[in-house]
């Protein structure tokens, strides 16, 4: 899921505006005089206590994939690099619970970029964990969409200099494939290169140009997503990866899933389509550190499983947000100029924001899983709910086998 360029358009929520301002016992008398009950909030407090201990000497859960050794984390979920709402404080809490934190980049400047992986570092328990950065790299000109345009502003260079000189260990291209010279650098400094992909096709011309992982993204994902379901894509992708091998391992390439995951029960059926970890972005916007607004995070919580569109109005890429009244003035009422604007290479948005219409509302992005998504919780929980129920979906799937009544025929 893949957030806005930061300052080019309203938050969401916001209008263009000239302000701009973008939840009796009897008695007993035989027994001993006992003394007074603590206070109830000493209770709690030895309660809370005994949790916090009888936590920590819990042994946590295993579940290690190729993905896990690759990048070196416990578990095999990735958050989503989501600009804004992906900051440093969510990125660090993703990693300290085991998994990998990615900043979203898109939109910042190198020195905006290197500030927010300071903060990232700041916030990590161990200041030795690993963490990913996403941009956007869209193909622009030649046989490319309309819309499309350097979303680095001419700084890639820079960007990825801040990149390697950070120690990042996963570099994310969220749109487009990186330029060869790019992936280069990237493999120099022994950081691993990862694909977004929509379609089987994608994939094949990612892992050509040199990549490590695809991600194939599933249509219902938030953000910039294809129209191919998750179900679908998965499988067909990791066939695809098994004809190549990762430049920087020698080793076949990895898939990951992304596209309505958000729970360990999608993260065991990503596992069992061939993936080796997923990329989570609508469950951890509703979560406690997510950079974005308290009313961008109750929009997610709120959300059912009809009020999710994908549209070209903001970005004139197929982006999936939660549906408001802007979004529906063009989709619904006139749906035949957006393919126009976006077919001469005008974003609706951008035209509306020029023309200076007040009616521009930035929509909220999430993705179809919104609709399951019930509460606002902690990052770490997040995490390690989703490992506990995908490994005892993988155990109630392993009793399948072998422990059946043998057939007579």
């Known amino acids: 899921m893949h957030q806005k360029c930061v300052g080019c358009i309203p938050g969401p929520g916001e209008t263009r505006r000239n302000d701009r301002g973008f939840s009796a016992s009897a008695s007993i008398p035989q027994l001993p005089i006992l003394p007074p009950r603590p206070p109830r909030k000493h209770n709690r407090l030895l309660q809370a206590l005994e949790t916090i201990e009888t936590t920590a ?44 934190g990615t900043i ?4 910042y400047t190198p020195t905006q970029m290197r500030e927010i992986i ?41 960007l990825i ?27 120099e400094a022994g950081i691993l290169v990862m694909n977004m992909v929509g379609h089987p096709k994608h994939a094949h011309k990612a892992l050509k140009a040199g ?65 080796v970890g ?3 972005g609508t469950r951890f916007v509703a979560s406690k550190e997510a950079g974005c607004s308290q009313m961008h995070k109750e929009a997610v919580v709120s959300a059912t499983f009809e009020d999710t569109i994908r549209t070209l109005v903001v970005s004139g890429r197929p982006l999936r947000v939660r549906m408001n009244d802007y979004i529906k003035s063009w989709e619904i009422d006139r749906p035949s100029e957006v393919k126009a604007l976006c077919d001469s290479g005008v974003v609706p948005m951008a035209k509306d924001m020029e023309d200076e219409r007040d009616e521009v509302d930035m929509p909220f992005l999430m993705g179809q899983v919104a609709g399951v998504i019930q509460k606002i919780q902690p990052a770490r929980e997040i995490v390690e709910e989703m490992v506990q129920e995908c490994v005892d979906m993988l155990q109630t799937q392993q009793n399948y086998l072998g422990n059946g009544r043998k057939s007579r025929l």
């Not at 979203?104 to 939109?107: A, E, K, P, T, V």
């Not at 179900?231 to 004809?243: G, K």
């Not at 958000?262 to 993936?275: F, H, K, M, N």
């Open 278 to 280: 997923v990329w989570v």
């Open 57 to 100: 000497t819990m042994p946590r859960p295993t579940l290690r994939t190729p993905l896990c050794d690759l990048l070196n984390i416990e578990y095999p979920i990735l958050l989503a690099g989501m600009a804004r709402t992906s900051s440093g404080p969510l990125a660090a809490a993703v990693s300290n619970a085991g998994g990998m």
């Open 118 to 158: 300071h903060e990232l570092k700041d916030n990590l328990s161990d200041k030795s964990l690993p963490f990913g950065v996403d941009l956007a790299l869209p193909q622009v000109g030649g046989s490319a969409r309309k819309t499309n345009h350097d979303y680095t502003h001419g700084q890639l260079d820079d």
């Open 211 to 275: 990549v490590d992982i695809v991600c194939a993204q599933g249509g219902e994902g938030g953000g910039h997503t294809g129209d191919v379901a998750t179900s679908i894509l998965i499988p067909s992708v990791v066939d695809v990866a098994r004809q190549y091998t990762s430049p920087m391992t020698g080793k076949p390439a990895m898939v990951v899933a992304a596209g309505g995951i958000s729970s360990g029960r999608s993260l065991a059926a990503s596992l069992s389509y061939g993936a």
């Open 104 to 107: 979203g980049g898109l939109g």
């Open 161 to 187: 200099s801040v990149v390697i000189e950070e120690g990042t260990k996963l570099f994310i291209s969220a749109v487009g494939v990186p330029p060869e010279r790019i992936i280069k650098r990237l493999h």
